[in-house]
């Protein structure tokens, strides 16, 4: 294999593809400052033990998927699966535990040991968000309504938000005994995944993607059916608050999620422009326990993974952004005006204008095919003359015309501005 090209499942952001990773980043900092969210940027690497204990022994990332190593004390560390692990680690010493509202968000690469496929890296980059402290299904609608305003100011629409309820810990016996019974005498025709997760956890069968494994689920009971009138009361606030807010959704059953944190609300939003992989976002409620701690930390966010956002805008029309092209191009006739135009490129660089020039001497033509392939809005060609009288020729590069200008920092800017 080439060691000119990134791992299997990573892939390099060039500066063409930049300026669109930029704005989604951009919108995600505008958006969320709006619901008074602040950045928090946690380490790519944590103590193992915090993702064993805040996500689930029995989950899929925990078994099979985390980028574990032992640093040179002898410490377990783990390569973040996934962001809301680190940010409850990092406000754990803060009083959320103590029911006081926190709101962060985060943005980030995440690590992953899965097999890479369209949509799916073993280096992949998530934008989230928590709300640590506080319980309420109006913050749970509420964050769910700051996910939809963002996809729309990234300009993805046609997505398709799914609801559901995981209860509470209490609820969850009555529930997995009827799902238990429903699922063994099924259980020896699914997949070898759901044969474990029947014995480990039965929940997890809920998540199986396997085509002969969903014939069998669909027609599982609904679990929410034997949780608490209290549970259920909290779920029909939240469809309550979204319904007042505009949002459309479709309450799924089968909805669980793939950690063992979440309580009350989950929620994907898919988009049918990633082919298979169709989730773009998700998150809901959690109770989240951490080493060092008997008292779980309260939170309800979301995670959206910037690859297929950019896949789902591709899918859309949507235009990618553009690098910003040099406003001004200037070409040297000889040493004395490569000298003045270095000392300009400064002042100008300096007064916020993109300014390019061969910082060696050149032809004029190769100087002009190089303001061509940068798309400089303007170049000047300075020579001995021009340096003569303090003016030249500002040419405009898309339609040629030209303009004489003095070779000044305020005239320059007056004409570029």
């Given at each position: ?66 980028y574990t190593f032992e640093d040179r004390g002898g410490r377990s560390l783990t390569l973040r699966p996934e962001g809301t692990a680190g940010v ?213 966010g979301f995670a959206a993974g910037m690859e297929r956002l950019i896949m789902v805008r591709e899918a859309l029309g949507v235009p990618p952004l ?35 020039l061969e910082l060696e001497s050149k032809s004029l033509k190769s100087q002009m095919r190089s303001a061509d392939r940068l798309k400089a809005a ?40």
């Amino acid at each position: 294999m080439s060691k000119s090209t990134p791992p299997p499942g990573t892939s390099d952001i060039l500066p063409e593809e930049a300026p669109t990773w930029n704005f989604l980043e951009d919108s995600a900092k505008k958006i969320f400052s709006l619901y008074g969210y602040g950045e928090l940027r946690t380490p790519i690497f944590e103590y193992t033990e915090v993702f064993q204990r805040g996500l689930g022994n029995e989950t899929e990332v925990v078994k099979k998927e985390m980028y574990t190593f032992e640093d040179r004390g002898g410490r377990s560390l783990t390569l973040r699966p996934e962001g809301t692990a680190g940010v409850m680690r990092s406000l754990s010493g803060t009083d959320a535990l103590n029911g006081v509202e926190h709101r962060v968000f985060y943005i980030g690469p995440m690590f992953r040991g899965e097999r890479p496929a369209a949509g799916r890296r073993r280096q992949f980059h998530q934008i989230g968000v928590e709300n640590a402290g506080k319980v309420s299904p109006e913050l749970d609608a509420e964050c769910i309504a700051m996910l939809v305003h963002y996809l729309n100011e990234i300009k993805i629409s046609g997505f398709t938000l799914y609801l559901n309820t995981r209860g509470v810990a209490s609820d969850r016996p009555a529930a997995e005994e009827a799902l238990r019974t429903y699922f063994a005498p099924h259980i020896d025709s699914m997949c070898d995944d759901c044969k474990e997760r029947f014995q480990r956890n039965i929940w997890r069968i809920l998540d199986c993607k396997q085509e002969n494994c969903r014939k069998v689920i669909d027609n599982a009971p609904d679990a929410a059916d034997f949780f608490s009138q209290e549970s259920k009361d909290y779920f029909k606030k939240v469809c309550n608050a979204l319904t007042a807010m505009g949002i459309d959704y479709v309450i799924e059953p089968r909805l669980v999620r793939g950690l063992d944190y979440y309580v009350h609300t989950v929620f994907e939003l898919t988009h049918p422009g990633l082919g298979g992989q169709t989730a773009i976002a998700g998150g809901g409620r959690y109770e989240l326990m951490l080493p060092e701690s008997n008292k779980p930390i309260q939170g309800v966010g979301f995670a959206a993974g910037m690859e297929r956002l950019i896949m789902v805008r591709e899918a859309l029309g949507v235009p990618p952004l553009l690098p910003e092209h040099p406003k001004l191009f200037l070409a040297s006739m000889g040493d004395k005006a490569l000298a003045f135009n270095i000392a300009l490129s400064a002042k100008l660089r300096k007064a916020g204008i993109r300014t390019a020039l061969e910082l060696e001497s050149k032809s004029l033509k190769s100087q002009m095919r190089s303001a061509d392939r940068l798309k400089a809005a303007y170049s000047i060609v300075i020579g001995d003359s021009e340096l003569e009288s303090g003016k030249a020729m500002l040419k405009n590069m898309s339609d040629s015309t030209q303009k004489e200008v003095k070779l000044t920092l305020e005239d320059l800017k007056n004409e570029l501005c």
